[in-house]
């Protein structure tokens, strides 16, 4: 793994898969708790895409658990491949109306961000992260 081998310092990879982490989940953590603030409006929403309640809750809740694990580097894996997924789910369900350039848009940029989470799946959080730092406090 590209993480695995013991590191001396703070080096540009950690730090730039820091800033990654961040701005990755910078958008699910606004989204959720803007949806969790506004849950009228997003049950109003969710309705007009045909979505229940039970799940804009968990949708919430995955946004900002899974936001939240990304951005401290706590099972980062599990996090980001859980938004991989949730990132192809909406791509195929919500913005497949081609013709008009928007959705379009939306289609290709949850694909991107999809690609993003499941790169950082395979990688790890790095050193600037909770996850090492449990490892080596194991040790």
Known sequence: MAD???SV???VRDIALLIGRL???WIFLHEGVSLALNFSGAVEMAAQFGLSVPLLVATIALQICAGLSIATGFLTRIGASALGLFCVATA???HTNFSDQNELLHFEKDLAIAGGM???AAIGAGTLSIDR???DRSR
């Open 133 to 135: 730092w449990l490892r």
């Open 9 to 11: 310092g703070t080096n």
């Open 92 to 94: 195929t369900l919500f």
């Open 4 to 6: 695995s081998k013991p």
């Open 23 to 25: 701005l990755l989940a």
């Open 118 to 120: 499941f790169v950082l």
